[in-house]
Nanobody, 116 residues
Framework: VQLVQSGTELRNPGASVKVSCKAS????????IDWVRQAPGQGLEWMGR????????KYAQKFQGRVTFTADTSTSTAYVELSSLRSEDTAKYYC??????????WGNGTLVTVSS
């Protein structure tokens, strides 16, 4: 099983960013994908979850209205898009495969830097 994420991103405040997470080695639609981020010097912060089978999503309240999860079953790829970026969104963003209450596999992480 592998979750391979897209590369480092640099954005200006107010812009949007879209990060991808390509899954391989398992049946993509059988497991939820969660998105988690970690800001410099901070702990992990859960952003939400997508069910790739039906596109159903659950967003952490903090991000509602600013974040969108999607999943392309034809390429086994999940995406997170975050809009209206601010400096506090500077973090490393991770996808993780959710399996019965824990994260069995993690993506390699994508650093997003928001700076003018």
């Amino acid at each position: 099983v592998q979750l391979v994420q897209s590369g480092t991103e640099l954005r200006n405040p107010g812009a949007s960013v879209k990060v991808s997470c390509k899954a391989s080695g398992y049946t993509f639609i059988r497991y939820y994908i969660d998105w988690v981020r970690q800001a410099p010097g901070q702990g992990l912060e859960w952003m939400g979850r997508i069910d790739p089978e039906n596109g159903g999503t659950k967003y952490a309240q903090k991000f509602q209205g600013r974040v969108t999860f999607t999943a392309d079953t034809s390429t086994s790829t999940a995406y997170v898009e975050l809009s209206s970026l601010r400096s506090e969104d500077t973090a490393k963003y991770y996808c993780a495969r959710y399996t019965r209450g824990w994260y069995e596999y993690w993506g390699n992480g994508t650093l997003v830097t928001v700076s003018s």
